[in-house]
Nanobody, 128 residues
Framework: EVQLVESGGGLVQAGGSLRLSCAAS????????IGWFRQAPGNKREGVSC????????HYADSVKGRFTMSSDNAKNTFYLQMNNLKPEDTAVYYC?????????????????????WGRGAQVTVSS
């Protein structure tokens, strides 16, 4: 059974930092891409970042470039999203997701429909 479990969310002041973790299990690791998404109340789910398991290359939404960093610990089957210089507009539920049977992040990595499995999400709240 595929499982993705996010952790590390919380409440932080603007300018602060948080690190989200995504513990994954139940599927093969050779070829897939992992994405982080977020959804604020009343908004559509949007792509935040993607990492390719094969070469570790990453992609980011323009809104988080230079502030967020995605990484992976293959030995632990865990993926991270380091979020620095957080802003109130970063407030959302953050989800990790996996796109299977691909060697790297898709050109349209930010498309929700590409991802087969999702975690339940972690709340991130940034106060001004």
């Amino acid at each position: 059974e595929v499982q993705l479990v996010e952790s590390g969310g919380g409440l932080v002041q603007a300018g602060g930092s948080l690190r989200l973790s995504c513990a994954a299990s139940g599927f093969g690791w050779d070829e897939n891409a992992i994405g982080w998404f977020r959804q604020a109340p009343g908004n559509k789910r949007e792509g935040v970042s993607c990492i390719s398991r094969t070469d570790g290359s990453t992609h980011y939404a323009d809104s988080v470039k230079g502030r967020f960093t995605m990484s992976s610990d293959n030995a632990k089957n865990t993926f991270y999203l380091q979020m620095n210089n957080l802003k109130p507009e970063d407030t959302a539920v953050y989800y990790c997701a996996v796109e299977t049977a691909v060697s790297q992040c898709d050109r349209a990595w930010y498309s929700v429909a590409l991802y087969s499995y999702w975690g339940r999400g972690a709340q991130v709240t940034v106060s001004s």
